[in-house]
């Protein structure tokens, strides 16, 4: 009894003599709904304990005997809690108009478990719509004409005007509210809107891709061209037409967001512009040239009116970066020949133009102070951000060198229990069969039903077990699962699949301690205990 008071699956491990304890099956259903699949037969068929049992998860429902499922008064109790328990009463409840319309609105989707009868009825279709778009899916075809239902269910969800009637494809008002809520949606519009000017450029100003399902004729117009590329990267320059990639004004603005977007262009204008940036790389040389011949002379000639005597100091444009000590240093020192002087001078401006190109860092026990030179590839980062990242990196190569890696767990594990491992992420993929696709096609082929994250292989996500939590290496993956997860409600919940490995707590203690500044070679000990 205290076991099942606690976790009401306990009731799983009992005997058969306690599966069929009415007292014991009580206080299991009222923990966790659930337990009502370890109850005897009997129970199953015990009109309070399955009131007990739906009134804490009414997915509990499919485990009652077929007479219960068709108590109205326990129906009603089961759908209020999970809408989707309509799936398991009777057909005659099916038709049960307060039944079905208690169901869609706890989950819109549960209107596919009506009758045909009431998929019709413009209440509950326009209920079930507005608590998920999904569900004009399973309206009836009239329904799926009606203005107002259409334009409820486009506002709630993502591709829902591919499941609108055609009438509605080429309502101007409906395709105009679809496409603000996902401007992709421009490919379930008619042929007739998707050459709508204003239509298009709607959906182009949100998302630049939503050009590849304009008419032809306007891949070729300038002004949603060049609203097109003007948004985010200027990648949708490819879906512009041959016309397009040849005019040198949209050209232009689109290598002027995102210089690869020239790859888009056509051969020809390519050509031309290779061709006039060679030239001006060559004048740009010569130009040089002709400087520093000309600042040669200007110091042979200031060499020769002083008498030599600028040799005991370095130019004013060498000297930048130096400290006043080396300055005086210099000037005390003896006057040295010509030729060790200029390799000095050389290697001091090789040294000032490194400094220049590199982030200072060095681990100390307060935190980072200025020392030792790292390479600043992540410039844009804090100096903090920037050490815990290369620490981190140290880290990942030594300990791939000395500690025998995990072996992968495949896992389904739910999708809310997944942590991200980075604070922010790039708006497109960069490999896979979504290679530069942005976020937004993955989430919308999620809900659509294009792909099922329990058969996509490449939905396996890789996720690091640390402690008692999960985190994902495949953020932006992760990042359309949980939209898909919130799409569709708490209810069902997005199973994903996964290959787990564990972070071993030595890593934890490595990066802790890893501060040594001469690649491990030798340890100072310090003073004192």
């Known amino acids: 009894m205290c076991a099942v008071k606690l976790d009401g699956r306990a009731l799983q491990f009992a005997g058969e003599a306690l599966n069929a304890d009415r007292e014991v099956v009580l206080a299991a259903v009222k923990v966790d709904g659930f337990a009502l699949m370890f109850a005897s037969e009997t129970l199953k068929a015990d009109r309070e304990v399955v009131l007990a049992a739906v009134k804490v998860d009414g997915f509990a429902l499919m485990f009652a005997s077929e007479t219960l499922k068709a108590d109205r008064e326990v129906v009603l109790v089961a ?114 809107l998707k050459s709508d000017r204003d239509v298009v450029l709607s959906a182009v100003n949100r998302c630049d891709r939503a050009l590849k399902f304009a008419s032809e004729h306007l891949k070729s117009d300038r002004e949603v061209i060049l609203a097109a590329v003007t948004e985010n990267d200027a990648s949708a320059f490819e879906f512009a037409s041959e016309e397009a990639k040849s005019n040198r004004e949209l050209v232009l603005a689109a290598v002027k967001k995102n210089v690869y977007a020239l790859s888009f262009a056509s051969e020809g204008f390519c050509l031309h512009t290779i061709k006039a940036v060679a030239e001006s790389h060559n004048a740009m040389v010569q130009q040089l040239a002709a400087a520093n011949s000309r600042i040669s002379l200007l110091e042979g000639e200031l060499q020769s009116l002083t008498g030599g005597q600028e040799n005991d100091a370095p130019s004013r444009r060498q000297k930048r970066g130096r400290s006043s000590e080396e300055e005086e240093e210099q000037q005390q020192q003896p006057q040295q020949p010509q030729q060790q002087q200029q390799q000095q001078q050389q290697q001091q401006q090789q040294q000032q133009q490194e400094s220049d190109n590199t982030l200072i860092l060095q681990a100390c026990q307060d935190g980072i102070e200025v020392g030792h030179a790292i390479s600043a590839q992540g410039a844009d980062l804090s100096l903090n951000d920037a050490f815990q990242r290369i620490r981190m990196t140290l880290c990942g190569v030594a300990a791939s060198g000395s500690v025998k890696e995990e072996p992968s767990e495949e896992a389904m594990v739910r999708c809310d229990q997944l942590h991200f491992t980075q604070k922010s992420c790039s708006k497109k993929f960069r490999g896979g069969p979504y290679a530069n696709c942005p976020i937004e096609d993955v989430i919308t082929d999620l809900i659509s039903g294009v792909l099922d994250p329990t058969r996509e292989e490449w939905l396996i996500l890789d996720i690091v077990r640390r402690g008692d939590k999960l985190f994902s290496v495949d953020n932006r993956r992760l990042h359309c699962l949980r939209m898909f997860q919130q799409h569709v409600g708490p209810e069902p919940i997005v199973w994903v699949r996964t290959r787990i490995q564990l972070w071993h707590p030595t890593f934890d203690r490595f990066c802790h301690n890893h501060d040594t500044q001469n690649g491990g070679t030798t340890i100072q000990i310090r003073r004192g205990w």
Request: include cysteine.
């Open 79 to 192: 759908v209020k809690f999970s809408g989707c328990a309509l799936q398991y009463v009777s057909n005659e409840l099916k038709s049960d108009r307060e039944v079905v319309l208690n169901a869609v609105r706890q989950y819109g989707l549960a209107l596919q478990f009506a009758s045909e009868a009431l998929k019709s009825d413009h209440e509950i279709a326009l209920c079930a719509v507005k608590n998920s778009g999904l569900a004009l899916e399973f309206a009836s075809k009239e329904m799926k004409s009606d203005r107002e239902i259409v334009l409820a269910a486009v506002q709630r969800g993502w591709t829902i005007l591919g499941m609108a009637s055609e009438q509605m494809k080429s309502d101007r008002k409906v395709v105009h509210a679809a496409i603000r809520r996902n401007p992709m949606d421009l490919v379930f519009a008619s042929n007739e």
